[in-house]
């Protein structure tokens, strides 16, 4: 064929011993495989178009660019188109069927007869050539490590989205624990208030108890003063003996009363008791919580630092990257930032339970020696309650009426009047009357 050796000649110039790179763009109606080949950045089609070493072959490729630069050859009658009258190489292949050369001479070009025409060598002049064949072999071991190589990045990136999901997971994780230590916390402040007011009541009814205690034995004192009064005058006068006897039947009954209400005093003392055992028991209940808490808060600490070395290690694996994976290594660093901010959340919520396990340390220690307290500020009130058992506030008239001198009124001076007190001492808190 005319010109085809300058065409061939052209093609090994520019891709001989060359890496290309083929960019596969679609299959032709036959189902060939259809692309663009790329040499240092070079377009090959575009050079053989225009340098009028190739035919386009509209029936292939309709792109516009390709015939325009076929007519700026055709114009300057570059390559091929320097000749009269240029045979189009489907056209030869058809006039022109192939013979085998059993000696494998290189000069000559060998082509096969085909029913139809083959689209995808019009671009690319048919090349059958060792060398070639080689080249081949070489675009094909280049493309199946290109190839390789995208399907190691791809898994890489999918690894890292992987990665990125278990860490939000993580993080989500954190911050449940966290939500629900606070929860914990909450409850367990309620749960001290509570018995803060459960020993306040405790600590008002044995005061109750106290005064009528002291109640009672000042009416046994009474009446053994007046036993013994009877056992003198029984002596004296054996005649009021009846009358004596009367009395005392009196005397037992209310006696039995008395019995009646200590053994009620007692009842009332037994479930004081009990109450405050009971206390102390929600007590060492709220300790063993508190203990659970700070264990939780640990296990979320550790898992934060664990959370924060694996980001530590997919940072480091996206540094490898390429550019591709930026946006993924900013959304692992965002990440980051927030496992730290719930690492210092959760040591925030630490301390905060290491404050509560003392209050409930230093609390769990009162009630003992607040009964003992309390019982001596009872006693303290009932020597001081008989002077405090009446307060009155009451208002007296102005001191002096006001005179009509220049017509001036005197301001009115008004006075609080307190009933007197044989002891300046305040009465105790929670004394009843």
């Keep these: 064929m005319e010109y ?91 006039d022109n069927p192939r013979i085998d050369n059993k000696k494998g001479n290189a000069d000559d070009i060998q082509v096969e007869p085909q029913n139809q025409v083959n689209e995808s060598s019009v671009g690319l002049p048919l090349l059958i050539m060792k060398d070639m064949e080689d080249l081949g072999r070489k675009w094909k071991g280049s493309l199946e490590n290109f190839v390789s190589e995208n399907m190691k990045l791809h898994d890489q990136v999918q690894e890292l989205k992987r990665d990125k999901k278990e860490a939000e997971e993580r993080a989500k994780k954190a911050e449940k624990e966290m939500g629900n230590a606070m929860a914990d916390n909450m409850k367990l402040n309620g749960q ?151 690492k210092r959340k959760l040591q925030s919520v630490l301390a905060v339970n290491m404050d509560l396990d003392k209050k409930g340390m230093e609390r769990a220690t009162l009630p003992d020696k607040g009964l003992e307290i309390v019982g001596v500020e009872n006693m303290k009130g009932k020597l001081q309650g008989t002077s405090h058992k009446k307060s009155e506030q009451t208002v007296e008239t102005p001191s002096a009426t006001p005179t009509k001198d220049f017509g001036v009124k005197k301001p009115t001076v008004w006075r609080m009047k307190t009933a007197a007190t044989t002891s300046s001492a305040p009465p105790p808190k929670g004394h009843y009357e």
């Design 192 to 342: 001290l208030q509570e018995s803060e007011r459960n020993k306040k009541e405790a600590e008002d009814r044995i005061l109750q108890l106290d005064f009528f205690s002291g109640s009672v034995a000042a009416v046994n004192m009474d009446l053994h003063n007046k036993i013994e009064v009877l056992e003198n005058e029984h002596k004296k006068a054996e005649d009021q003996a009846k009358e004596v006897e009367s009395e005392m039947e009196g005397v037992v009954a209310e006696n039995r009363t008395l019995k009646d209400q200590l053994q009620v005093v007692e009842v009332q003392a037994m479930k004081l008791k009990y109450f405050s055992e009971k206390v102390a028991g929600v007590n060492i209940v709220l300790y063993r919580k508190l203990e659970g808490s700070e264990e939780k808060n640990k296990m979320a600490e550790e898992q934060a630092k664990e959370t924060e070395k694996e980001m530590k290690t997919i940072l480091d694996d996206n540094v490898k990257l390429s550019g591709k994976i930026q946006k993924l290594s900013k959304i692992n660093k965002e990440i980051t930032t927030f496992a730290n901010n719930s």
């Design 4 to 94: 085809g050796m300058e065409s061939k000649d052209e093609l090994v110039r520019l891709i001989g011993g060359k890496r290309v790179s083929i960019l596969v763009y679609g299959p032709d109606k036959y189902g060939r495989s259809l692309g663009d080949i790329y040499c240092d950045g070079v377009f090959i089609q575009e050079q053989m178009l225009k340098g009028g070493f190739a035919w386009h072959y509209k029936m292939c490729d309709k792109r516009p660019e390709f015939a325009k630069w076929q007519r700026e050859a055709k114009k300057a009658r570059r390559g091929l188109w320097s000749l009269d009258k240029p045979q189009k190489p489907w056209i030869w292949r058809r």
